[in-house]
């Protein structure tokens, strides 16, 4: 058995490995200092691969993203893919990086572990966006593809996004393949990246690969005169990244005018320097785009994140005021628009495939029954969701969309992942259709919920930092008060006896007096319909009501969903110490008072009856 290092022993052993110098200064610095308890923190447990890859800090250690732990991740993703996918050095991988810092030299270093296994190495040496990577992917039929990148995440930090064969991002089981052969192929081997680009098996496929992602996305062209000649003003933020060029070739490929470019935040800078976090979804983020439109004349404001894969967008009203679409409200008007595309080029209703995140809204859902097309729901994350939509081509669907109310969208076909720059481009063409018809994207909006139904959210969290805490939250959720003459449980319960595990389930059969009718804990592995039609108290037996979603012990996982329309999730988030919920009511005959007002009882019952966040000081 091997015994566990020392916190210093742990420190030469990085002294040993690392040669960057700058990281390598950080940890001679704390040791000198005698700081054991940063070292510690540093060095002890090694940063995760995950379903995302790795995203993390950039700073030294074997917990952090730096130059050593690149060359580790790269060593034995390449290992892995070697094995697992048919002719992988010949079909090589893609590799891209966005402008953060050390995205560059991370980029290089994933690409040097490539070439010494072999590898052909298709690579983007300039910043680029993150869905040229899955396009580029698929178009070559790579083996695998790597884009350096951490999206929206703060300025410290970087990540290492990976995309299998099928251009879609990594699900399990592949990212415990994956991690164990990185721990396998731990010892980096060559840092060595001079010349890297000019080596025999490395091609800049940049020009090739971007003429054919603009030409791919044609078909999403509706009527290029009427692009051509609207009249339509609209204001764009990159956000300090590296969107702009791309959106504005995206918008010249659908014929459409030129944007009015946020001079401050419209080139790359890894400093993010006029916004506290560069995601579109922050609040005040397009304050400076929303004044720039005013002053312009504009009626629209559009965004994207700094890597492009995600897209925002607000709209003047006739009052003066803007509305910032939520990213729900944003799929569903992207749904339909692209169910009309859809049909004018005479795809079948039932051979049209749309996809969202089971946290998100389920008015595409309602919109799937009524009109016929294919729809599912997967778990959170694109992941899952662009793995189902290439299952779905596979069978000959037509993919129009995937979402997750985390502004990302997928309406590029042959792109499995969020693509913000083709997102914005399909935006602005229906704007510039309902605007030569003299109506606006709310306009459109509200005439989907009057077809559909009124669906109104409220989505949020609450911090959690002690994850026993958490844990008590949410076991008092599914098993109520252990001491039930304590007074504290109010709700009436279900009694699930579970004698295949030796418990009771005990879910609330209301949620601020609305009765339950559907639960799903992919925490605990059970799922019921119906259940206000079902006896209090039931035997489950093994096998039964078991989900058709994956189940996993390591994080917490609940929905509910109430005959008011209500439906709500809560989840543990994977990266910050928060809970987060996702609550929506919606009312079939458009009923915004009523809707509303049964939005407001429920979020006080997630936090009062679920949650408690009184009890527990939250």
């Given at each position: 058995m091997t015994s566990r290092p020392t916190t210093l022993q742990l420190a030469q052993r990085w002294l040993d490995e690392d040669k960057d110098p700058k990281s390598r200064a950080q940890i001679e610095t704390l040791v000198a200092n005698q700081d054991e308890q940063a070292l510690e923190e540093l060095l002890r447990n090694p940063v995760q691969f995950g379903t995302a890859g790795l995203r993390a800090r950039m700073e030294a250690g074997y917990s952090r993203l730096n130059q050593l732990t690149v060359i580790s991740a790269s060593q034995g993703l390449a290992a892995y893919v070697e094995l697992q996918v048919p002719s992988a050095h010949e079909r090589g991988v893609v590799i891209g990086h966005d402008h953060?810092?050390?995205?560059?030299?991370?980029?290089?270093?994933?690409?040097?572990?490539?070439?010494?296994?072999?590898?052909?190495?298709?690579?983007?040496?300039?910043?680029?966006?993150?869905?040229?990577?899955?396009?580029?992917?698929?178009?070559?039929?790579?083996?695998?593809?790597?884009?350096i990148t951490a999206s929206h995440n703060p300025k410290e930090d970087n990540g290492y996004k990976v995309y299998w064969e099928n251009g879609a991002q990594i699900k399990p089981p592949l990212d415990e393949g994956i991690a164990d052969s990185i721990d396998k192929h731990r010892v980096p081997i060559n840092w060595n990246v001079e010349a890297i680009e000019k080596h025999e098996l490395v091609t800049d496929v940049t020009n090739a690969m971007l003429d054919a992602y603009f030409a791919a996305a044609t078909h999403?062209?509706?009527?290029?005169?009427?692009?051509?000649?609207?009249?339509?003003?609209?204001?764009?933020?990159?956000?300090?990244?590296v969107g702009a060029p791309f959106a504005a070739q995206m918008l010249s490929t659908f014929g459409l005018p030129a944007f009015i470019p946020v001079p401050e935040q419209i080139n790359p800078d890894p400093n993010f320097?006029?916004?506290?976090?560069?995601?579109?979804?922050?609040?005040?983020?397009?304050?400076?785009?929303?004044?720039?439109?005013?002053?312009?004349?504009?009626?629209?404001?559009?965004?994207?994140?700094?890597?492009?894969?995600?897209?925002?967008?607000?709209?003047?009203?006739?009052?003066?005021?803007?509305i910032t679409f939520t990213g729900d409200q944003l799929g569903i008007i992207f749904a339909a628009a692209i169910l009309d595309m859809a049909r004018s080029q005479g795809v079948p209703d039932e051979k049209l495939a749309m996809v969202n995140s089971t946290v998100?809204?389920?008015?595409?859902?309602?919109?799937?029954?009524?009109?016929?097309?294919?729809?599912?729901?997967?778990?959170?994350?694109?992941?899952?969701?662009?793995?189902?939509?290439?299952?779905?081509?596979?069978?000959?669907?037509?993919?129009?969309?995937?979402?997750?109310?985390?502004?990302?969208?997928?309406?590029?076909?042959?792109?499995?992942?969020?693509?913000?720059?083709?997102?914005?481009?399909?935006?602005?063409?229906?704007?510039?259709?309902?605007?030569?018809?003299?109506?606006?994207?709310?306009?459109?909006l509200q005439s989907?919920?009057?077809?559909?139904?009124?669906?109104?959210?409220?989505?949020?969290?609450?911090?959690?930092?002690?994850?026993?805490?958490?844990?008590?939250?949410?076991?008092?959720?599914?098993?109520?008060?252990?001491?039930?003459?304590?007074?504290t449980d109010t709700v009436e319960r279900t009694e699930f006896s579970r004698q295949h595990v030796g418990d009771v389930l005990r879910y609330p059969r209301t949620i601020g007096g609305f009765p339950v009718s559907y639960i799903r804990d992919l925490t605990e592995g059970f799922e019921m319909f119906d259940v206000d039609k079902q006896e209090a108290s039931l035997s489950i037996f093994q096998n039964q009501n078991q989900p058709v979603f994956p189940v996993?012990?390591?994080?917490?996982?609940?929905?509910?969903?109430?005959?008011?329309?209500?439906?709500?999730?809560?989840?543990?988030?994977?990266?910050?110490?928060?809970?987060?919920?996702?609550?929506?009511?919606?009312?079939?005959?458009?009923?915004?008072?009523?809707?509303?007002?049964?939005?407001?009882?429920?979020?006080?019952?997630?936090?009062?009856?679920l949650v408690r966040a009184t009890y527990n000081k939250l």
């Open positions: 953060r810092h050390n995205s560059d030299i991370f980029a290089r270093l994933t690409a040097r572990a490539f070439v010494d296994r072999g590898f052909r190495v298709h690579l983007f040496p300039n910043p680029g966006f993150t869905p040229q990577v899955p396009f580029a992917v698929k178009h070559l039929h790579a083996a695998c593809g790597v884009m999403l062209v509706q009527n290029k005169e009427l692009n051509h000649n609207s009249e339509l003003r609209y204001v764009y933020t990159a956000m300090h990244g320097p006029t916004v506290t976090f560069p995601n579109p979804e922050e609040k005040g983020a397009l304050d400076m785009a929303k004044a720039l439109a005013d002053e312009q004349g504009a009626s629209l404001v559009l965004a994207n994140d700094p890597d492009a894969d995600r897209f925002a967008a607000a709209e003047k009203q006739p009052n003066s005021t803007w998100s809204s389920r008015m595409l859902e309602a919109m799937a029954a009524k009109e016929g097309f294919h729809y599912v729901d997967t778990l959170t994350g694109f992941k899952w969701m662009a793995n189902e939509l290439a299952s779905l081509q596979n069978q000959g669907y037509y993919v129009g969309l995937g979402y997750e109310e985390a502004i990302g969208y997928m309406v590029h076909d042959q792109v499995l992942d969020k693509d913000g720059v083709s997102a914005l481009a399909v935006f602005a063409q229906l704007a510039a259709q309902l605007n030569a018809a003299g109506k606006r994207i709310s306009d459109y989907l919920y009057a077809k559909y139904g009124y669906f109104v959210s409220a989505n949020s969290y609450f911090l959690c930092p002690d994850t026993a805490k958490m844990d008590r939250i949410f076991a008092h959720i599914r098993f109520g008060d252990p001491d039930s003459a304590s007074g996993s012990k390591s994080s917490h996982m609940l929905t509910f969903e109430t005959r008011n329309g209500g439906r709500l999730t809560m989840r543990t988030s994977g990266t910050e110490p928060k809970l987060k919920y996702y609550l929506e009511v919606r009312n079939v005959n458009n009923d915004r008072v009523q809707a509303t007002r049964d939005l407001n009882i429920m979020t006080h019952a997630v936090s009062e009856e």
